[in-house]
């Protein structure tokens, strides 16, 4: 079976985006199928972030279809000033967050779940920093460190909001190492960027964002 017959991951049909009085983007039919590692550009206020939220379910459409496939488990990768660097909180606890089920986290965890901890924060080099506060690290260990936060919980598919912004040219070759590795283990992605000539080498689609309309482009 050919990746464009299995069933999709996560699709929008017929979908508007948006918020209440607001149509943001208008006529999507996307399908985000095994294997993708999608590329989402566009200008400034074109919906890159509406996009995302709308994929992940937390911004309800205006119209149209969500559809998910049984059992799929989402992580999110959101951009470091989303999370507030000065709350005190250590490199580990940020990466627990990803094991996160429900709108509380979980009294202790177990041998399991520390373990994957420490597992995805070997993964984007974090480790020896695992006990620093959050606020701590630099610009590309926070982007690092929210990188193995959306790793930790095993998800079929990623999210990402803009992964190298903000970070110097060995963070983000580190990045773009370990998001590599990602997609070669079976992990579809989902990138937004304003880089796209950096990252389009990394892309199997590509998609633009203008003027209220999403198109395909040819990479």
């Known amino acids: ?104 986290p979980p009294r202790a965890l177990d041998q399991e779940q520390r373990q994957a901890v420490a597992t995805a924060l070997q993964t984007v080099g974090l480790a020896p920093r695992a006990g620093l506060l959050f606020a701590q690290l630099s610009g590309g260990q926070k982007q690092r460190a929210l990188l193995a936060r959306s790793l930790v919980g095993e998800s079929q598919l990623v999210l990402l909001d803009e992964p190298t912004a903000g970070v110097d040219a060995e963070a983000e070759e580190v990045i773009v190492r370990i998001l590599q590795r990602l997609h070669r283990e079976g992990r579809s992605l989902v990138l937004v960027t304003h880089q796209d000539e950096e990252l389009r080498g990394l892309a199997t689609r590509w998609i633009r964002l203008e003027y209220r309309q999403m198109t395909e482009q040819a990479l």
């Open 1 to 104: 079976m050919t990746r464009r017959a299995a069933e999709p991951l996560l699709s929008l049909s017929g979908a508007t985006l948006g918020h209440p009085g607001q149509r943001v983007i208008e006529g999507v039919d996307l399908s985000i199928h095994p294997g993708d590692f999608l590329l989402v550009t566009g200008s400034n206020g074109s919906g890159k972030s509406t996009l995302l939220r709308s994929l992940l379910g937390v911004l309800p459409l205006r119209a149209g279809l969500r559809r998910c496939s049984s059992g799929l488990h989402l992580a999110y990768m959101p951009q470091q000033h989303q999370l507030d660097a000065l709350f005190p909180v250590s490199t580990a606890e940020v990466v627990a967050m990803g094991l996160w089920k429900g709108p509380r």
